[in-house]
């Protein structure tokens, strides 16, 4: 059982090296690359960072192993949302709680732990059934990021971001670096998926060899898989708060925070649902 629990260690490392060093890396130069702003940012590294727990609970749901999954969303969320709050205080942006946007999106975040800690309190199964209403739900709390930023952050985060425009001199929309961070994480990609599939033999063999509780691997999952969200965290609000634009670094951050849970429950969660029904 040591072997195994070594090779687990071992693979969830690399799934998350590779996401902190080379993913999130490559998508931020892809999105600086390009011309976004910090909320498209942010989103992108929410959607960067949330590739590891993809991996794992896609490989957890078609070992059979769903309990695993669910802890392992559920923990995820929780660790992403005290990593954002660390983040936050570490950095001194606390002011920035001020905005309306920014409570709205919390409250989101807030509500992607209190979801599947109900269903789990009401011993309610993660079936099919639940597929429609984790879409809606998905598809309404990104309507309300997007109206409430609209209203509350829209026109600063237009201002500071052309005067950052200003000030740097860096080369923008390059088409070489662009088609070299697209090939970069395609290759990124199949690497991901191959280390993904040796880790859910990994995890096979733990559950139904040695007994290791499904709860216990979940949990383990989530601790490992939220490290690359502590690293966009801090990063981000690092970057601006250089330029002394610290609320684009906590719209980044947040964006990165939100994306992140709703993609990791209504959307791998369902993801994981329909591999463990078929």
């Not at 929410?46 to 490989?59: F, N, R």
């Not at 990609?189 to 990994?202: A, F, K």
């Not at 559950?207 to 691997?217: E, L, R």
């Amino acid at each position: 059982m040591v072997y195994e629990f070594i090779k687990f260690i071992i693979y969830v490392g690399v799934i998350v090296a590779i996401s902190k060093y080379i993913l999130v890396t490559v998508l931020r130069k892809l999105a600086e690359n390009l011309n976004l702003k910090a909320k498209t940012i942010g989103n992108i590294a929410g959607v960067a960072t949330s590739v590891p727990e993809l991996l794992t609970v896609t490989i957890s749901s078609i070992k059979g192993l769903i309990g695993a999954s669910i802890y392992n969303i559920l923990s995820s969320n929780i660790i992403n949302l005290l990593q954002y709050l660390s983040s936050i205080i570490y950095n001194k942006n606390k002011k920035a709680f001020q905005n309306i946007a920014i409570k709205i999106d919390i409250i989101i975040v807030i509500l992607t732990i209190l979801i599947p800690i109900i269903l789990l309190i009401a011993n309610i199964e993660m079936n099919l059934y639940i597929i429609p209403i984790f879409i809606l739900l998905y598809l309404l709390c990104n309507y309300i990021n997007h109206n409430t930023h609209n209203l509350y952050l829209h026109r600063e985060e237009e201002n500071l971001s052309k005067e950052i425009e200003k000030e740097e001199k860096t080369e923008r929309g390059n088409t070489r670096k662009t088609i070299l961070y697209i090939s970069i994480l395609i290759f990124v990609g199949i690497l991901l998926y191959v280390v993904g599939d040796l880790l859910g033999e990994t995890l096979e063999i733990l559950a139904s060899h040695f007994g290791i509780n499904q709860i216990i691997i979940g949990i383990l999952l989530g601790f490992s898989t939220s490290i690359p969200e502590l690293i966009t965290f801090f990063e981000s609000q690092k970057h601006y708060n250089k330029k002394s634009n610290e609320i684009l670094g906590v719209v980044e951050a947040t964006n990165n925070l939100l994306t992140s849970n709703l993609l990791n429950l209504f959307i791998i969660q369902t993801i994981g649902i329909i591999l463990f029904s078929f």
